[in-house]
């Protein structure tokens, strides 16, 4: 019976410096690759970028790697343009980005690589379809108009098929996979892309409805290996958000005022919700990494909760928070390292 190692990413935006802060530190204590420790790799919009890249064929990037790039081009994808401001009435009546940016350093940093590619360790990638095409929407019992995403490598590449299923259906760019899964609504525009079969979707954010997909990686796990192993679930959040929202505010608001405090309360309910379930589940076996950002705006330790401050304050402010997270959880850090000395078992 093998122990299967399974890391899990939250969604989060700029704040997915924290958790490549965490796996930074995993990963010089082990010496070893995301991707050399773990089986099975699962993001959601910034974790599925991360997770992107630490499975990368052919030049797996460190957390260091993707933590100096979240630092650096950061500010890049979390641009607005006066046209963009004056055009979209501040995000009023249109995304608040342009996808420009975003495109450009994901098709720097993943290339022309396929899902398919990505062998030796298997990764999982949530997004929703808001559109999908007919081939997929017609074989359901019913005709579906819309429905969550799973990008798996291993369907890529042909393994794990349902009837009727073909790997060409489910192998995408790895570039277009982590442009949809981060596809957040009212900051992007969702993401128009096409399987290796040419069928084309179009996808927005995966953290709409699993923005911790540790529970979606487990059942996936299940599915690929079945219930002898041992499981083991690393999962990383990217901050726990304690900003106010008191009632007598929150008693008059309307559609706008609650579209972007209900975002984030949606995002960080499910990330909650799946923690309870695993610890249910695992017990031990469950290894959660949070901290709360900070309520106070006058604390200088506070962390800005929203996606996308990329101002050079809040990222040193997001730096300090993911190192703050290491030393807190040191003695809990040390139990996961020594159970991640050893290589990971093969399960060929």
């Known amino acids: ?28 204590k082990t010496g070893r690759r995301a991707s050399e420790l773990f089986h099975l790799v699962a993001g959601t919009s910034t974790g599925g970028i991360l997770g992107c890249g630490l499975v990368k064929p052919d030049g797996a990037m460190t957390a260091a790697e993707l933590k100096r790039l979240y630092e650096k081009r950061g500010p890049e994808i979390f641009r607005m343009s006066p046209w963009k401001t004056l055009t979209s009435l501040s995000g009023a009546t249109d995304e608040r980005y342009s996808v420009r940016n975003l495109e450009g350093i994901l098709n720097e940093v993943l290339g022309e690589v396929q899902l398919a590619d990505v062998k030796g360790v298997e990764l999982l ?102 219930r002898k192993h041992s499981y ?22 309307g559609v706008f005022e609650w579209l972007r405090p209900l975002m984030s309360v949606l995002f960080d309910a499910s990330s909650d919700t799946v923690h309870y379930q695993l610890d249910e589940l695992l017990g031990s076996s469950h290894f959660r990494f949070d901290i709360p950002l900070g309520a106070d705006p006058n604390d200088e330790k506070a962390v800005n909760d929203d996606f996308d401050d990329a101002s050079p304050p809040n990222i040193r402010a997001l730096i300090d928070k993911g190192s703050a997270l290491v030393k807190k959880e040191e003695q809990k850090l040390a139990s996961l390292i020594d159970r991640l000395s050893s290589p990971k078992e093969s399960l060929t």
């Not at 093998?2 to 995993?26: K, M, N, Q, W, Y």
């Not at 040419?198 to 954010?205: F, L, N, Q, R, V």
């Not at 900003?243 to 608001?253: C, G, L, T, V, Y």
Request: charged share 20%.
């Open 1 to 28: 019976m093998a122990e299967i190692r399974i890391l899990s990413i939250d969604g989060g935006g700029i704040r997915g410096i924290i958790p490549a802060t965490v796996l930074e530190h995993i990963e010089e």
């Open 125 to 226: 990638v949530t997004s929703y379809a808001i559109e999908l095409p007919d081939k997929v929407a017609n074989t359901q019992s019913y005709q579906a108009t819309r429905a969550p995403f799973f990008f798996k490598n291993w369907k890529a590449r042909g393994q794990k098929l349902d009837p009727g299923e073909s790997a060409a259906d489910f192998d995408f760019k790895l570039r277009d996979v982590a442009r949809a899964t981060s596809a957040a609504p009212t900051y992007f525009e969702p993401a128009l892309i096409k399987s290796r079969s040419e069928a084309a979707y179009s996808m927005i954010d995966g953290g709409v409805f699993a923005n911790n997909p540790a529970l979606c990686a487990l059942a996936s796990a299940y599915k690929l290996w079945g």
């Open 232 to 253: 083991v679930v690393v999962s990383l959040g990217t901050g726990q958000l304690q900003r106010p929202m008191s009632h007598a505010n929150a008693k008059d608001w």
